[in-house]
């Protein structure tokens, strides 16, 4: 079983920037699906960005279109998600998500495609 540490979260102004990142010692990086998920105090788990195992195929909440970019970094095992122009209703509890899957361009939103969680980073968009 693979272990997810995300790190980054911080508190921000409206319109700044963040970038989170997740990182793993999993020696199989490659053979996993990512994305990222967050949770706002009160709300479900929403899915924000995901990628596939080559990093060419992304999917995004429209929520966060134009504004976050994921990426992957499979020879150091590690993701990312550039936040930009940040946002009160950012403000949540972001997690990284992974599962493995025989197909390079899978990328998914649906939380129940994930099994393996990080603990969490909380991002606070607040002037």
């Known amino acids: 079983q693979i272990h997810l540490v995300e790190s980054g979260g911080d508190s921000v102004q409206p319109g700044g920037s963040l970038t989170l990142t997740c990182a793993t010692s999993?020696?199989?990086?490659?053979?996993?699906?990512l994305a990222w998920f967050r949770q706002a105090p009160g709300k479900e788990h929403e899915g924000v960005a995901s990628i596939c195992r080559t990093g060419e195929v992304t999917f995004y909440a429209d929520s966060v279109k134009g504004r976050f970019t994921v990426s992957r970094d499979n020879v150091n095992m590690r993701m990312n998600l550039q936040m930009n122009n940040l946002k009160p209703e950012d403000t949540a509890v972001y997690f990284c998500?992974?599962?493995?899957?025989?197909?390079?361009?899978?990328?998914?939103?649906?939380?129940?495609?994930?099994?393996?969680w990080g603990q969490g980073t909380q991002v606070t968009v607040s002037s």
């Open positions: 998500a992974a599962y493995r899957t025989s197909n390079i361009w899978h990328a998914s939103l649906s939380e129940g495609d994930f099994d393996i």
């Open positions: 999993a020696v199989t990086w490659d053979h996993f699906s």
